[in-house]
């Protein structure tokens, strides 16, 4: 069992950054895939961003490929996604999830967090 508890949410200008933090409980959570996914009001939730249980390999939405970055550090039982250039479109509410593999599916991850919000105003 994982617990998931998202953070770092907020209202930011276009152009601006921001950093989410998703902190897991558990001890496995380094033998976890973990990812991001967001959803806009009135829009399905769609996917943000993967890595893979130690890092090694990450995948991004072609939306967000370039401005954000995902890492980890199983150390802390902590995910991240660093967002940068932010638009208007990244409004949403972001979730993170923990699954077996680093897939793009959002029913690959078994575990969801309650969601951080983000708004970026123009």
């Known amino acids: 069992q994982v617990q998931l508890v998202e953070s770092g949410g907020g209202l930011v200008q276009a152009g601006g950054s921001l950093r989410l933090s998703c902190a897991a409980s558990g001890r496995t959570f380094s033998s976890y895939a973990m990812a991001w996914f967001r959803q806009a009001p009135g829009k399905e939730r769609e996917f943000v961003a993967t890595?893979?249980?130690?890092?090694?390999?990450?995948y991004y939405a072609d939306s967000v490929k370039g401005r954000f970055t995902i890492s980890r550090d199983n150390a802390k039982n902590t995910v991240y996604l660093q967002m940068n250039s932010l638009k208007p479109e990244d409004t949403a509410v972001y979730y993170c999830?923990?699954?077996?593999?680093?897939?793009?599916?959002?029913?690959?991850?078994?575990?969801w967090g309650q969601g951080t919000q983000v708004t970026v105003s123009s």
């Open positions: 999830a923990a699954g077996n593999f680093a897939l793009r599916n959002s029913h690959s991850y078994n575990y």
């Open positions: 890595v893979s249980w130690n890092g090694g390999n990450t």
